[in-house]
């Protein structure tokens, strides 16, 4: 097992990326701290994490919220012992982000809240605890538009997650050598509940499809082991990476026909 004695906090636990990295975890050894603020999400996938015989707690929280992300790491350390690996995953994006004449300065203000200031707060708290425990792993979920523009436009998403990926950078060079890796994970278009929603009708979905050199959206669990590649020691040696996991798309200029 590749996780075992480990303890892992996921936000956005409830579903796509962070409910399959959940399941993939504990399969591997790893308790798990299931974060969410839709409640119900996070205990749906701790109590299926239980019942097939792995350790899992359910845990509210808005990463938006300060208080709320100091609460998800203590009650973490009291039920599960410690924390060895911090996976700040939880992001939206929402369906009324566009370009910079049309995006509205609340829908800006939501989307860098929950999407950057989350991953700060998730660090700001999960450090302390990762150091307490010796030292461990931070993932930050970040996504391929911090690396290219997005033909289709979502502009407070892709400066968030670009904000994400500097926010990852120098918090790999600050903590280094006290044992604490930090590396983003950029994964391409999924086939998630986040992305189908936004690219809401078949014509958006090709749209984006021509640029993924695979012809096809990624799956969760595809994310998921990627995760599981940095939250385990395997990657003792990575750290400051932008992971790709994109189908080939920020390699391509043209995809095959
Ligand atoms: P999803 O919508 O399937 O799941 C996201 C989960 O986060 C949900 O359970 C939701 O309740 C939770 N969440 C939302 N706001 C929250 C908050 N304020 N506090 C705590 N939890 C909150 O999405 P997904 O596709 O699994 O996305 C996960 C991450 O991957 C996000 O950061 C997203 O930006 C990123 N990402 C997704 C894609 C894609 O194509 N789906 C591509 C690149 C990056």
């Not at 994006?93 to 609340?106: K, L, N, R």
Request: aromatic residues 6%; proline residues 2%; charged residues 20%.
């Amino acid at each position: 097992m590749r996780l075992k004695g480990k303890v892992a906090l996921i936000t956005g636990g409830g579903a796509g990326i962070g409910r399959e990295t959940a399941l993939l975890f504990a399969k591997e050894g790893a308790s798990v701290s299931v974060v969410d603020v839709a409640s119900d999400a996070a205990t749906g996938v701790a109590e299926e994490i239980q019942a097939a015989g792995g350790k899992a707690i359910a845990v509210r929280a808005d990463v938006s919220r300060a208080g709320d992300c100091e609460s998800m790491v203590a009650e973490t350390e009291e039920s599960l012992g410690a924390l060895h690996v911090l996976f700040n995953n939880a992001g939206i994006m929402h369906g009324d982000d566009a370009d910079a004449v049309d995006t509205e300065e609340s829908v800006w203000d939501l989307t860098l809240a929950i999407n950057l200031k989350g991953v700060f707060f998730g660090c700001k708290y999960g450090i302390p605890a990762l150091r307490r425990s010796g030292g461990g792993s931070v993932i930050n979920t970040a996504s391929f538009v911090a690396l290219m523009g997005a033909a289709t436009p979502q502009l407070a998403y892709t400066a968030s997650k670009g904000g994400v990926l500097a926010l990852t950078r120098e918090l790999a060079v600050v903590h280094a050598r006290e044992g604490i890796r930090v590396n983003a994970l950029c994964p391409g278009p999924l086939r998630t509940k986040l992305l189908m929603d936004f690219l809401d009708t078949e014509e958006k979905k090709q749209r984006r499809l021509v640029h993924v050199p695979m012809g096809r959206f990624g799956e969760a669990h595809e994310m998921a082991q990627a995760a599981l590649y940095l939250a385990s020691d395997e990657s003792s040696y990575v750290t400051g990476t932008e992971f790709a996991v994109d189908g080939g798309l920020t390699a391509a200029y043209v995809t095959p026909e």
